[in-house]
């Protein structure tokens, strides 16, 4: 009987996740300020109700220069506020509004509206909701461009940044004033997909808000001559997975990969393309000093070749010699010059692998070394699983066959534990 009880309440909980996940059920707010895209709202009510959530819209007055309650209303089956006081003297409860929302956002966010966010000039009834506002809030701003690339609204968006907000991009294109350049708010669906995929991710922590962290992933090529290189397989896919987690969780992530085909379209996410160990070295030296967290995934060749032939090598010789020196660690090397960053080494390992992980660990003064080994199935180069153990000084910690993005998930996991108090 016990057996059964538990089985439905299993198949119970199961079926309140589904019915939970993604914008099921979820109660969005959005804040429309007065911007021509306004009437792209319009969209993005539709396109949120759609997908099984409930709207409610409130707006600026100047938002109903640009847009119609009426319709907004219409579509989200909600009256609209923009006044704190209805007819007859009743009150739209801001508070009330602020608590009901599993998600509110600002969007068109004009460039007046955000100023008064950052700096809580209370002045209308979406400022003073969002200040009630406990839940998550994103903001697209939209504006035109000389106004989106000004230092003080660029200053606007990182101080929302660090107060943990998200910025869903203004995007390029041509705008309300017929200049052509970046200022228009995101798409509907682009706002649709953010806040669906922050949903989802189920990690909504932002816990790395205000902190740098330096990664470098990918190979390194080192060339033997105009046309030819040593490499290996490296994708550079944890090193990707990394530095879109750490992005997600609120941190400048500045991110330096060798050879790889990964794009990102995260705007906080600073890619930095080079090709050789040298350059690798030579480029995360000019940000090191500057962050909190460094990690090191990337699969630097331990050798490159002494020196590059100028022209194609011709096949005139049976054999073949190359001489190989030494690359520069750069992991080493950031660990001799560390002062208050938090160190992440990654070993990959076929033999003895936690007493040489460790030994690792002390050799590059690194706080946390990130273990894997090419003899489980599934983990190393060129997959999309890997499998990993994390040993610290003290502790060592053993995950099963996961995602990429999952083990990312984990690593960054431990670091939170390990840097913020
Ligand atoms: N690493 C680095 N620079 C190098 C070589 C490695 O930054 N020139 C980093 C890698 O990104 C990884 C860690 O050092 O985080 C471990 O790399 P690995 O090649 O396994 O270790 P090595 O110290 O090179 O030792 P060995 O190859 O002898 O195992």
């Known amino acids: 009987m016990a057996f059964f009880t538990c089985i439905i309440q299993k198949m119970g909980n199961l079926v309140h996740k589904l019915l939970t996940m993604g914008l099921e059920h979820k109660k ?15 969209f993005l009510i539709r396109d949120f109700i759609k997908k099984g959530a409930e709207v409610q819209v409130i707006m600026t007055p100047s938002a109903l220069n640009f847009a119609s309650a009426l319709t907004f209303s219409t579509l989200s089956k909600n009256p ?32 007046n509206t955000l100023a ?12 003073a909701t969002f200040l009630s506002a406990k839940c998550p809030v994103f903001i697209a701003p939209a504006m035109d461009l000389d106004m989106y690339a000004h230092p003080s609204t660029r200053q606007n968006l990182e101080m929302a940044e660090d107060y943990g907000h998200f910025i869903i991009p203004a995007e390029e294109g041509e705008l309300a004033s017929g200049l052509v350049g970046q200022g228009r708010m995101a798409e509907p669906g682009t706002i649709v997909k953010e806040v669906e995929d922050y949903l989802d991710s189920g990690k909504q922590s932002r816990n790395f808000a205000g902190k740098t962290i330096l990664i470098t992933a990918g190979p390194t090529f080192e060339a033997i001559d105009p046309v030819r290189y040593i490499g290996n397989h490296s994708s550079g896919k944890m090193g990707f ?34 090709t050789s160990a040298k350059e690798m070295f ?18 630097v060749a331990d050798y490159a070749p002494k020196d590059v032939a100028l022209e194609k090598i011709k096949k005139n010789e049976d054999n073949l010699t190359i001489e190989l020196v030494k690359n520069p660690d750069i992991l080493g090397t950031m660990g001799e010059r560390k002062t208050r960053q938090f160190l992440v080494g990654f070993a ?31 983990a190393g180069f060129q ?27 984990d690593i960054l996991d431990f670091v939170e534990k390990k840097t913020l108090k």
């Open 28 to 42: 969005i707010l959005i804040a429309v300020t007065g911007g021509i895209a306004a009437y792209k709202i319009n």
């Open 383 to 409: 997959k999309d699983t890997n499998r990993i153990k994390i040993l610290t000084a003290d502790a060592m910690e053993e995950f099963e066959l996961k995602s990429k993005e999952a083990v990312a998930q």
């Open 241 to 274: 997975a990394l530095a879109e987690e750490a992005a997600k969780r609120g941190a400048r992530v500045i991110l330096i990969s060798g050879p790889s085909s990964l794009q990102t379209q995260n705007k906080n996410i600073e890619l930095h393309r080079v």
């Open 116 to 127: 008064k966010m950052v700096h809580g000039q209370c002045d209308n009834l979406v400022i």
């Open 348 to 378: 990959l390992e076929t033999q003895n692998e936690e007493v040489n992980a460790k030994s690792k660990l002390e050799k590059k003064n690194l706080d946390m070394i990130v273990l894997n080994s090419l003899r489980d199935e599934g």
């Open 80 to 111: 609209v506020f923009s006044d704190f006081y209805g007819v007859n003297g009743t009150w739209n409860n801001h508070v009330e509004l602020a608590l009901w929302a599993d998600v509110m956002i600002v969007a068109p966010c004009t460039a």
């Open 282 to 299: 030579e480029e995360v030296f000019r940000y090191y000093e500057g962050v909190d967290v460094a990690i090191a995934s990337a699969a």
